[in-house]
DNA sequence: GTCTATAGAAGGATAGAC
DNA sequence: GTCTATCCTTCTATAGAC
């Protein structure tokens, strides 16, 4: 806020940023307490009064910054590892299958987790929520569009990556509320089952299907979903 | 619990069951207060707590309460109103699609809505709330072997009825969230797009393909998601 | 900007009369 | 079985010293 503002100030407004983001993820809003979060962060009831007006007006910081962190934590580490446009969506995917896995399914997308429990009551976070949504759409819609060449033409991607969102969050919800990775690997497969069926009525054929296929799937008998 | 019990006895638990449902179903769990409960079912702390042994117990009911409902409210009116097996399904989806045009995108999926907020934190919720969905696939399930003739042979059914639970689920958190049924309709748009395949694919092509295919298109400009 | 202390409201749950 | 009254905890937020 003011000009010169030292280190030790934005410090102090991320680490609360950074660890109610992290007790949110975990617990939920509503079930998380301001005063679990000053503890965690070490923290008193000042500083966060200092630089929050309430704690919803400090959630709506955490909610803006998963947008920025969409790049970075999301993206970027698939990016890297994986140069084929098609194969990056399901690493994309793959990286909330490793966030089930490594919370005991506990935690799966951080957004879809809030976006139930707060759309209807609190509306200014709906608002980011929806933002954080469609930055995500984009980038999927963007990193599919690369792919083009191979897909069918005239295949909606605006419409491909929202599909692939819807499917991504009902999915995360079913594997927390099973505990168990099993639904999620299943639309994962159905996915896979439906990337194969368009990549092989694409126009432009010349461009192989990468190998890369069964690396993401389970040992499941899941095998007969076939079209 | 008596053996004797009066009729006043069982009205008071289900009046406080139903109100509670109805809370829970807009506001969630957390949020909603036992005050809150207790004077929208005109009713006081006694009584609960006499039924009850915490609020945490009558959510319990409430979730065994939707067990029961499955049938006479979610399945029964759509399958006296349609015959078709295929149809039938969609005419399950549309059922949702009511629900969240009803109440301005504030409310989808009763269960979905509690699965994110109290599967990490509640456990004994949590097991009522899988076999909720469980139950929901497996009449979906059963409904799609009755078409089982004209859809592909091999195809397996419990494993489609589980793409449609997380479909429609993560259809609702988007609907919810932008507070529009745009994404709820691009998501049975993709899936009605699916079925005409597996239709044009199925062993037994003497059904033909039932009219009521345009029915629930929005005249959005989604006519493009072919493959 | 950060601390301690505490206000003030709302939360779930209980006691005991009737 | 239902009532009223209330306990105790937890919650968000504030006040004021440093």
Request: hydrophobic share 40%; aromatic share 8%; charged share 25%.
């Amino acid at each position: 806020m003011c000009h010169f503002s030292r280190n030790t100030t934005q410090d102090t407004r991320d680490r609360l940023i950074e660890t109610a983001r992290q007790l949110f993820l975990k617990k939920g809003y509503t079930a998380t307490g301001v005063a679990e979060i000053l503890q965690k962060a070490g923290l008193n009831a000042g500083s966060l009064y200092h630089f929050f007006a309430s704690k919803e007006d400090l959630l709506l910081a955490v909610l803006e910054r998963y947008k920025e962190l969409l790049g970075p934590l999301v993206l970027q580490p698939v990016y890297e590892r994986i140069s084929d446009s098609v194969e990056r969506v399901f690493g994309i995917l793959d990286g909330y299958r490793g966030m089930l896995l490594e919370t005991d399914h506990e935690q799966g997308c951080p957004i879809g987790n809030l976006a139930l429990e707060l759309s209807t009551t609190h509306p200014a976070a709906r608002k980011v929520i929806a933002e954080n949504f469609t930055g995500w759409r984009n980038a999927v819609a963007d990193g599919l569009r690369e792919a083009a060449g191979r897909l069918p033409a005239g295949l909606d991607m605006d419409q491909l990556a929202l599909f692939l969102l819807t499917l991504m969050e009902g999915a995360v919800m079913l594997a927390r509320a099973y505990r168990s990775i099993e639904p999620y690997d299943a639309a994962v497969a159905q996915l896979r089952d439906y990337f194969d069926r368009l990549l092989s009525n694409g126009t432009s054929r010349s461009t192989p299907r990468p190998a890369a296929r069964a690396n993401r799937q389970k040992k499941r008998g899941r095998r007969n979903v076939r079209v």
